[in-house]
């Protein structure tokens, strides 16, 4: 079991092509999903931010995606092929900077 803070019984488990065994704690997707026009076709996209936990002692954040686009009655999904996966630390120092810099004034970092 985690030793980490905000613990929560393990939702799912990832293995990373390069072995890494994490376990999947919470996966969160924006309400709604950003929605374009790109000419002809309607597209979805679908980011999502992944907090992992191995070993319960180290967490990251993962942050894959994938969209739809549709074109007249065809529908193709698409998958994002560079997901970044950070350490937690790494990802609240990049988000506390862009805090401190005026760009996320609703979300606290503290």
Same mark, same amino acid.
């Given at each position: 079991?985690?030793?980490?803070?905000? #613990?929560?019984?393990?939702?799912?488990?990832?293995?990373?092509?390069?072995?890494?065994?994490?376990?999947?704690?919470?996966?969160?997707? !924006?309400?709604? !999903?950003?929605?374009?026009?790109?000419?002809?076709?309607?597209?979805?996209?679908?980011?999502?931010?992944?907090?992992?936990? #191995?070993?319960?002692?180290? #967490?990251?954040?993962?942050? !894959?995606?994938?969209?739809?686009?549709?074109?007249?009655?065809?529908?193709?999904?698409?998958?994002?092929?560079?997901? !970044?996966?950070?350490?937690?630390?790494?990802?609240?120092?990049?988000? #506390?900077?862009?805090?401190?810099?005026?760009?996320?004034?609703?979300?606290?970092?503290?």
């Amino acid at each position: 079991m985690s030793n980490l803070p905000g #613990r929560h019984a393990p939702a799912f488990d990832i293995r990373f092509r390069v072995g890494s065994y994490w376990q999947g704690y919470r996966s969160f997707l !924006p309400k709604p !999903p950003p929605q374009w026009q790109d000419g002809d076709r309607d597209v979805i996209f679908y980011p999502f931010l992944v907090i992992l936990e #191995r070993d319960g002692t180290e #967490r990251a954040a993962w942050l !894959p995606y994938f969209h739809v686009v549709r074109s007249g009655k065809k529908t193709v999904r698409k998958y994002g092929q560079w997901a !970044p996966f950070m350490s937690i630390g790494l990802f609240e120092d990049l988000l #506390r900077q862009a805090h401190e810099a005026g760009y996320l004034p609703g979300v606290s970092v503290d």
